[in-house]
């Protein structure tokens, strides 16, 4: 067993043999996936919510026709990191709670899958908002 293998990570976080490529792929596939979001914010009239929304349903959708999470095999963190990660893990989540639970999982399940990301967010906002002064615009 490789000393990176653990079996209660998930496989996208374990290491692969060790190989520093795999740290190369993760930062290129991330990065592009960032580059393309900045090209569309700089020469579209889209605004950044739009962004965000267009790259979580576009997650979610990648990964219902099953072609996001090869991308994930490949890149790991790289493609779970940016938001349509964040779709990914929606969809996975909502895919296992189905199996489970039946109908009812598709309204648990993206929740579940997600609440650890969703609470830190929200612990480091509100952290955020009492360590600096808002400003209006």
Request: hydrophobic share 50%; with cysteine; aromatic share 10%.
């Amino acid at each position: 067993a490789n000393p990176g293998d653990c079996p209660s990570r998930p496989s996208y976080i374990r290491v692969k043999g060790g190989r520093s490529l795999d740290y190369l792929w993760a930062f290129i596939v991330g990065g592009l996936i960032c580059v393309v979001a900045e090209l569309l914010l700089c020469y579209t009239k889209l605004t950044a919510a739009r962004i965000l929304t267009i790259y979580v349903v576009a997650g979610v959708f990648l990964t219902a026709i099953g072609l996001y999470k090869p991308l994930v095999d490949f890149a790991g963190c790289g493609a779970t990191t940016p938001l349509t990660g964040f779709g990914y893990a929606l969809a996975e989540g909502v895919k296992k709670a189905v199996d489970e639970r039946g109908i009812f999982g598709a309204l648990t399940g993206g929740l579940t899958a997600t609440s650890g990301g969703i609470a830190a967010a929200l612990t480091f906002a509100f952290l955020a908002a009492l360590a600096f002064k808002g400003k209006p615009k």
